[in-house]
């Protein structure tokens, strides 16, 4: 299984970057898809997840700026960031769950996910 994200990378605020993350070899299929977010000294954070029927949810924090989406096949998930803040710097991971329900209340804990990317570094000055 890989997950393998990209289009971090620095950025003034106010400006806008578009992440991406190539998904292989999960054959059980994703129920869920995520972006989760860790900036120094904090603890990972959830920012939206989009289910297998195409619904989605986001943190407060981007609500209106950021949206994210996949492909059909699942095979590539994508977050499209703009206005983008100081705060949003952080190491940007995507996850993904077989069998995890986005209305069970636990779309945004980390260990509710099986499978994770290496991260990919958004800075916002």
């Known amino acids: 299984v890989q997950l393998v994200e990209s289009g971090g990378g620095s950025v003034q605020a106010g400006g806008s970057l578009r992440l991406s993350c190539e998904v292989s070899?999960?054959?059980?299929?994703?129920?869920?898809m995520a972006w989760f977010r860790q900036a120094p000294g904090k603890s990972r954070e959830g920012v939206p997840v989009?289910?297998?029927?195409?619904?989605?949810t986001y943190a407060d924090s981007v609500k209106g700026r950021f949206t994210i989406s996949s492909d059909n096949a699942k095979n590539n998930l994508y977050l499209q960031m703009n206005n983008l803040k100081p705060e949003d710097t952080a190491i940007y991971y995507c996850?993904?769950?077989?069998?995890?329900?986005?209305?069970?209340?636990?779309?945004?804990?980390?260990?509710?996910?099986?499978?994770w990317g290496q991260g990919t570094q958004v800075t916002v000055s």
């Open positions: 996850a993904a769950d077989p069998r995890l329900s986005l209305y069970g209340g636990g779309w945004s804990r980390p260990r509710e996910y099986t499978y």
């Open positions: 070899g999960i054959t059980e299929g994703t129920n869920c």
């Open positions: 989009i289910d297998d029927n195409g619904v989605t």
